[in-house]
């Protein structure tokens, strides 16, 4: 997927450990070729994605081969997809923007990394899970730059967001918990409106309202006003460092990976989707209250 690509280019770059697992295969020296889903065009047909079988280049001597173990499918891949995101790969593009893999082989010049290690684009240097480190750059660190980056929040000061169910969403609630903030949590109604407010008050949400309940109560006229003496953040609206900053970076998911270590920060719900099944996975990304898929390689 395209994280291989980022995950080659950030080794070269000077990414280093992001936890030692234990040696791999020597097998894997021998693989020339890799599976990645590509996509030739932009279209809404997912049938448009298609899996191939790419050639490897030799692993030169500052750079290190990696085999991805999991990928989350998020929105933002989908609207690359569809051509609808804001910033588009040159096609052909494979897709995929965010996951964990293994260092199977490493280049001469190599001292930082060893086959076993798991890397991700940037360094991060903790222990948790394949799925918590799986989805642990695009999601929890842009809930924790709105909650830094935008306005200065106190404990005490309250954050209102809608869409409080995704991912971003629930990453919010937690890391708001973690700073002391109180959260005021917008939902759409549903079928399962109950057992859904219960998950995100367990996750530390202090107010759970769907739209139907702001809108009949008169709340929306409250939000209103908060609105023109506080600030709008849309998702989308990301501010993170500057890439080329390295510090700037590692401090950012040094925080959020201490909140997940700490307990104060969960991965979100996930089906996990084996590699070959990735239609179903692109399909259920597209669909409303539907859980973030996981691709396992």
């Not at 097998?27 to 932009?42: D, K, P």
């Not at 047909?45 to 191939?52: F, G």
């Not at 096609?91 to 010049?109: D, F, M, Q, T």
Request: aromatic share 6%.
């Amino acid at each position: 997927m395209l994280i291989r690509n980022l995950l080659h280019r950030a080794i070269r770059d000077g990414t280093i450990l992001l936890r030692n697992r234990q040696r791999c295969s020597t097998a894997w020296r021998t693989i020339h070729h890799c599976s990645a889903l590509v996509y030739r065009e932009h279209s809404h047909n997912i049938d448009t994605v298609r899996m191939e079988q790419l050639p490897l280049p030799a692993v030169g001597d500052h750079s290190v081969r990696v085999r991805m173990l999991a990928a989350p499918v998020n929105p933002a891949d989908m609207n690359m997809i569809q051509g609808s995101y804001p910033i588009l790969c040159p096609l052909p593009a494979v897709g995929g923007n965010e996951g964990v893999g293994e260092v199977i082989e490493v280049g001469r010049e190599v001292t930082s990394l060893r086959p076993g290690d798991w890397v991700m684009p940037i360094y991060a240097g903790f222990d948790i899970s394949i799925l918590g480190a799986a989805t642990i750059f695009v999601n929890p660190c842009t809930a924790y730059r709105m909650l830094h980056d935008f306005q200065t929040l106190t404990p005490g000061c309250t954050v209102i967001q809608n869409a409080s169910n995704s991912a971003v969403g629930q990453a919010v609630i937690q890391i708001a918990a973690a700073l002391g903030l109180k959260t005021i949590n917008i939902i759409r109604d549903r079928p399962n409106c109950a057992e859904l407010i219960d998950e995100l008050q367990s996750l530390g949400a202090d107010y759970v309202l769907t739209e139907e309940e702001v809108m009949s109560t008169g709340l929306h006229w409250v939000f209103e006003l908060w609105r023109h003496n506080g600030h709008i953040w849309r998702d989308g609206q990301k501010a993170p460092p500057d890439p080329r900053n390295k510090v700037q970076l590692k401090a950012m998911l040094d925080a959020v990976c201490d909140l997940m270590r700490g307990g104060q920060l969960s991965a979100p719900h996930c089906d996990q989707t084996p590699f070959h099944q990735y239609t179903h996975a692109l399909q259920a990304t597209m669909q409303s209250h539907c859980r973030k898929h996981v691709l396992i390689m």
